[in-house]
């Protein structure tokens, strides 16, 4: 049975725009001919950022209580967004928006070479705080303009197309987040493909917001920059990664949360030493630590963005919420894994 994910947003930021359907995966509504509407939820790393830049595993699931949703309809004027970064051609969009002008071009490109759309995105999931933004708003944008251009895209078009929007969010992403926001329940991750993962214990988590910007792309380049200068380090802290998320995975389907909790914790001392930690980041994973959480890391492409937090149960992971909130997280999520 496939895993369900139910994930309530306790203190997330207020949305600035109407809220996105919690309605299921893209896309959405039976539309009119022309017109399109799709969406795609957040997504927290459970554990194997960056190692699986270089081919290892990772673990990944939705946060479904946050998403983005796009409206497209076709047009004869030139294509357009209007989104809450921006309201104007797709010609004259800022740079910041260039992953989301590739996935509206993507998708044309793919569906009806010749044709121009109008495209709305209505989004409450940070950006730049490692939740999945970009990849989100371009899995909702790719499968609402196919749909207005009269194609359903099968998974695999679905995240080709988010992909090349992924590339031009940060040059060389793994495909984990791609596959992360449009997948129904926690996800196993290497090299492109998925597998479901079997959890032996429900699993519930904290995602909390540092407030500090997360810059994926720089984080990115920092670790290959490691790479470049320190062989060693790099290959020691990347196959410790990626044993401990094996080993993570055994935990889930054993229903060991301490065991879980230790691999997090080590994961988060990896990622520091790879250089995408961040001491707002060390200070909310401590924070939780203090608070009972049997395991804290960094989560996503660090240098800011979030911590993920184990907690035991529902309650507790309330407590955590609050005790985060405290210590500064300006926004805080749930989610949990039940027993599949
Ligand atoms: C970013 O959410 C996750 C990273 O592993 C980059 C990637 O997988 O492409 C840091």
């Not at 993962?197 to 997360?214: N, Q």
Request: hydrophobic share 45%; glycine share 10%.
């Amino acid at each position: 049975m496939t895993p369900k994910i139910d994930a309530s947003a306790l203190r997330g930021d207020a949305p600035t725009q109407p809220r996105a359907s919690r309605s299921a995966d893209a896309p959405v509504g039976d539309p009119s001919p022309g017109a399109g509407t799709a969406r795609a939820t957040g997504k927290v790393i459970l554990i194997g950022e960056h190692s699986v830049v270089y081919g290892h595993p990772a673990i990944a699931l939705p946060i479904t209580s946050i998403s983005a949703r796009a409206e497209v309809t076709m047009t004869t004027a030139p294509s357009r967004i209007d989104s809450e970064l921006f309201h104007g051609s797709l010609a004259a969009a800022p740079d910041r928006l260039l992953p989301t002008v590739t996935a509206v071009r993507a998708a044309i490109a793919a569906v009806s070479p010749d044709a121009q759309v109008h495209v709305r995105i209505l989004s409450d999931i940070p950006s730049e705080r490692g939740v999945g933004s970009s990849a989100a708003v371009a899995g909702a944008v790719v499968s609402a303009v196919s749909q207005a251009l009269g194609r359903v895209l099968t998974p695999d078009e679905r995240f080709d197309l988010i992909q090349d929007a992924e590339r031009a969010a940060h040059g060389s992403p793994s495909g984990l987040d791609a596959r992360a926001v449009c997948a129904p329940g926690p996800i196993w991750f290497q090299q492109g493909a998925i597998e479901h993962i079997t959890v032996g214990a429900a699993l519930h988590l904290v995602v909390a917001d540092s407030g500090v910007r997360g810059r994926t792309r720089e984080a990115v380049a920092a670790v290959r920059e490691v790479r470049r200068s320190a062989p060693s380090v790099f290959d020691a802290a990347v196959s410790s990664l990626s044993a401990l998320t094996t080993l993570a995975r055994t935990h889930i389907s054993a229903g060991d949360l301490a065991g879980l909790g230790a691999a997090l914790n080590a994961a988060h001392r990896h990622l520091g030493t790879l250089g995408v930690g961040d001491p707002a980041l060390d200070h909310l994973a401590a924070a939780a630590r203090a608070g009972g959480s049997p395991g804290a890391k960094l989560t996503g492409g660090g240098r800011g963005g979030c911590v993920l937090a184990l907690a035991d149960d529902p309650e507790h992971a309330a407590e955590l919420v609050a005790r985060l909130r405290a210590a500064g997280a300006p926004a805080a999520w749930t989610t949990h894994m039940e027993i599949a």
